[in-house]
């Protein structure tokens, strides 16, 4: 059964009990007010049968006076008394009229017996009028007598008796009203017992309604809900009670299982997925221990030929300056042949170490021999060795550091070639210091390079458009190197613009000795 017709139900059992005892209220209150009208009504035909009784004693008195005292002197008083007789009479048949009205026609033995009452009043008063009208005092003796027999006999008895039965009828209409109204009123307190255990009955039937109907299904479908969230689909949904919660349970039962089914088609599917991220995971660290590996092999190769090439350079360096120096007698074309060897075996024996620099940086065997050196006397070392004229612009007059001189003096004296075949035909150099490095800055004043030409300065070979355009001379290995020598001391290397045009390389040297890691299983060579 759905709640709500449940409820309904419950609704028009309480909209009844609530309907009944309002009407057994209503009733009551209106069968008081008729309980009470009808007592009054008797009651007030009891009193005015006593009042008639005694008006009648007083009237007959009076007859019974004027007879004995001879002749009639109270005529007024008397035509009064029973003027008020009269009118007793008719408000007690206006009494039993209305009693009728309300009960019916049980009450049509007074108005019968009032009859009777009325017609012997008439009789009496008329004997009483007939035994009243004579003045002989003989005769007024004899009627007196008469009068008293009939005052015995018609008033003491009969008409006593007549009065007496209309206020004992009255009496027990008033003993049965009252006996009626207890009655009444026991029933309908046995009624109104009955109606409130069938409330309580109700109620207590619709608290257990609504706990197992509605409370204990909410729970359950809390609990469900809960288990759901968490992922267990292994019991299932039975929520009971009313339709609509077994409905939603079988919704939720569905939907339950549908997610089961999903999460094993997720799981499946995520199984799968890590199960290919995997292989694919191995493949791409083969492929990456593979390319690691032709790096690193490639790095020690070109170290390897780097080293290897310069023995064989070494030598035709070598022959050709001893040729030239001993044999005197050389034809033109010979010696200018040796002398174009020479230099070029030169230029290349400096390709090949700038070459094997950069590739024992990069193989991690490039080694430095620090020692604590004056930054400031390096600068001056490499300008002297510089052709040209550089200017040289320092913040301090000694600026020590734990460096490689050789190798620092090689990266200034490079970057002043550079900036020389390069740059313009300014040329500057700078020494300062900071909180953690020492700065050294070679600047020029050349067109400078465009921010993509910058982000390949350092790569190995590269030549900028100022310098391939114009067919300058140049390995492109000058910047390679200078970083390579500059980051084996742990330091950096950056391009800058300066404000009035050209370039200007910086190279950051820490104050505290920070060294490339390198391996210590390869020779240097």
Do not use: C
């Amino acid at each position: 059964m759905r709640s709500t017709t449940l409820f309904g139900i419950y609704a028009v059992v309480v909209i009844g009990l609530i309907g009944g005892l309002a009407g057994l209220t209503l009733y009551n209150l209106e069968k008081s007010r008729w309980w009470d009208a009808r007592t009054q009504l008797a009651q007030e035909s009891y009193g005015l049968h006593l009042k008639l009784e005694t008006k009648l004693y007083r009237l007959f008195k009076q007859h019974s006076g004027a007879l004995l005292l001879g002749g009639s002197k109270g005529g007024e008083a008397e035509r009064e008394l029973r003027a008020k007789i009269d009118q007793t009479l008719l408000d007690i048949r206006q009494t039993i009229e209305r009693e009728i009205e309300m009960v019916g026609e049980e009450e049509l033995e007074e108005l019968e017996l009032l009859a009777e009452i009325e017609a012997d009043i008439r009789s009496l008063n008329a004997t009483v009028a007939a035994l009243t009208t004579t003045n002989d005092p003989l005769e007024s003796f004899v009627q007196a007598e008469r009068l008293a027999a009939l005052l015995d006999g018609g008033i003491d008895v009969e008409l006593d008796r007549k009065i007496a039965a209309a206020l004992e009828e009255e009496i027990e209409e008033t003993e049965e009203v009252l006996a009626d109204a207890v009655a009444f009123r026991a029933r309908n307190e046995k009624l109104v017992y009955v109606l409130v255990a069938l409330a309580v009955g109700t109620l207590i039937v619709a608290l257990l309604s609504f706990n197992g109907q509605i409370r204990q299904p909410i729970v359950r479908l809390r609990n469900e809900i809960e288990r759901l969230r968490g992922a267990d689909y292994s019991k299932p949904v039975a929520l009971g009670g009313s339709l609509e919660f077994r409905e939603l349970g079988t919704v939720l039962q569905d939907m339950g299982e549908g997610l089961a089914v999903r999460e094993a088609t997720r799981a499946e599917q995520k199984k799968q997925l890590e199960e290919t991220v995997d292989a694919r995971t191995a493949e791409l660290q083969q492929l990456i221990n593979k390319l690691e590996t032709g790096e690193e092999n490639r790095k020690q190769l070109m170290a390897d030929i780097s080293h290897e090439l310069r023995t064989p350079l070494a030598i035709i360096l070598g022959e050709a300056d001893v040729t030239l120096r001993t044999q005197r007698k050389l034809d033109v074309d010979v010696s200018d042949a040796l002398a174009r060897i020479r230099e070029s075996a030169k230029h290349t024996n400096q390709i090949v170490d700038d070459m094997l620099t950069v590739a024992r940086l990069e193989a991690g065997q490039l080694r430095l021999d620090r020692r604590e050196v004056d930054l400031l006397k390096i600068v001056h070392d490499a300008v002297s060795m510089f052709p040209d004229t550089v200017r040289v612009d320092s913040s301090a007059a000694r600026s020590v550091g734990s460096v490689d001189e050789v190798r620092l003096r090689q990266s200034v004296l490079a970057l002043l070639h550079n900036a020389k075949r390069y740059g313009g035909p300014s040329i500057s150099v700078s020494l300062r210091q900071s909180a953690t490095a020492n700065i050294i800055a070679v600047e020029d004043d050349g067109p400078g390079l465009s921010p993509e030409e910058k982000s390949k300065a350092f790569d190995r070979f590269f030549r900028g458009s100022n310098a391939s355009g114009q067919g300058i001379e140049g390995s492109g290995l000058g910047l390679p190197v200078v970083k390579s020598i500059v980051l084996a001391h742990g330091g950096t290397v950056e391009l800058e613009d300066p404000d009035a045009g050209g370039l200007r390389v910086v190279m950051k040297i820490p104050k505290e000795p920070r060294e490339q890691p390198v391996r210590t299983d390869v020779g240097s060579g």
